[in-house]
Nanobody
Framework: QLQLVESGGGLVQPGGSLRLSCVFS????????RGWFRQAPGKEREAISC????????VYADSVKGRFTISRDNAKNTVYLQMNSLIPEDTAVYYC?????????????????WGQGTQVTVSS
């Protein structure tokens, strides 16, 4: 069983930055696509970004392109989401997820494993 634990959320002012981390534990740690998703109150969960197992393919949603950067450190079993130029619309619970088929897509249905989420609030 694969377990995912997010951290790094919090309260930040507009224009500020946060870095989210997601530590993975369990079997077959290196072969999965890792993704970040978010869900704002009253809205559906949306895909933010993903990175394939080798780390050579990244995909971003238009809403975060140019502001967010995904990366992974397989030696630490961790995926990161660096979030810059944050705006109030980025406020949400952020989830990391893993896709065992390594498809590297933003299709939520491709992801098999999910973390519990970390809250990000952008407000002055």
């Amino acid at each position: 069983q694969l377990q995912l634990v997010e951290s790094g959320g919090g309260l930040v002012q507009p224009g500020g930055s946060l870095r989210l981390s997601c530590v993975f534990s369990g079997r077959s740690l290196d072969v999965y696509t890792r993704g970040w998703f978010r869900q704002a109150p009253g809205k559906e969960r949306e895909a933010i970004s993903c990175i394939n197992s080798r780390g050579d393919k990244t995909v971003y949603a238009d809403s975060v392109k140019g502001r967010f950067t995904i990366s992974r450190d397989n030696a630490k079993n961790t995926v990161y989401l660096q979030m810059n130029s944050l705006i109030p619309e980025d406020t949400a619970v952020y989830y990391c997820a893993a896709d065992s088929l390594d498809l590297a897509t933003l299709n939520i249905h491709d992801y098999d494993y999910w973390g519990q989420g970390t809250q990000v609030t952008v407000s002055s």
